[in-house]
């Protein structure tokens, strides 16, 4: 009785904790990159969230279906545990508590150099800036062609961060980073490369502007985890 007590606990968790990344890819992430896209890109959104919702239902049926499998199969024990854990740290790897590594790219930019003839405030000085809108923008377009996770200057990007301008420095969960802004981006490399070298994205945009941005590939990166395990302290379970 206290194995399966335990084994149908631990699948509770990962089971929860699987929800969670689904919340993270459907709901919170579009949340958080919710900006002014045209028309074209919102039909490709809208496109990719049905096929999306679609893949994360056939996902939900398959972990009420594992629960269900510990339930009925207490005196494995072993087995349970070791693919309870497996799922836990592939979790955890997804919302950005655990390091991951992958193929990708490097964005590193930097505001465009100011002119003589500038005058602070004016639409010059404020075209050569990064700005918060311009970094939600290009998170919306990289996660629309290819990005699987993110990381900005050593910060993990989550269905829980926010990206704030403060000054001279973009804030990000919770923390205040300095330009140069260095992206880095794991994901489809056969998506990504003809997202960057397209000359109609927000990458092309923001060179238009005078921002200074350079691209780099990688065939393997490391980002580190940064973002402290989330314990609802609000959400009640629903009792049917």
């Known amino acids: ?23 993270s890819l459907v709901a919170g992430k579009m949340n958080l990159y919710k900006v002014e896209m045209d028309q074209g890109d919102k039909v490709e959104l809208r496109n990719n969230l049905r096929s999306e919702i679609e893949r994360l239902k056939e996902e939900n049926f398959n972990y009420e279906r594992k629960l269900d499998g510990y339930r009925e199969n207490v005196e494995d024990y072993e087995n349970i545990y070791e693919e309870l854990k497996l799922e836990y740290n592939r979790n955890s790897r997804l919302l950005g508590y655990e390091i991951v590594q992958g193929e990708g790219i490097i964005l590193t930019m930097r505001d465009g150099e100011a002119k003589e003839s500038e005058i602070p405030g004016s639409m010059e000085s404020w075209l050569r800036i990064i700005h918060n809108e311009d970094m939600l923008k290009l998170l919306n377009e990289l996660n629309l062609h290819g990005a699987e996770t993110i990381e900005i200057n050593g910060e993990r990007v989550t269905e829980t961060s926010e990206i704030f301008c403060s000054g001279a420095f973009i804030s990000i969960n919770g923390e205040k980073l300095p330009a140069p802004f260095v992206l880095k981006v794991i994901g489809d490399r056969a998506l990504l490369d003809p997202y960057t070298a397209n000359e109609y994205n927000q990458i092309s945009n923001l060179k238009h502007r005078g921002i200074e941005i350079n691209l780099e590939k990688r065939p393997i990166m490391t980002l580190d985890g940064s973002i402290e395990e989330i314990y609802p302290l609000y959400l009640d379970e629903l009792n049917e």
Do not use: N, P
């Open 1 to 23: 009785m206290k194995r399966h007590r335990v084994s149908v606990f631990l699948g509770s968790v990962v089971i929860g904790l699987g929800l969670s990344v689904m919340v």
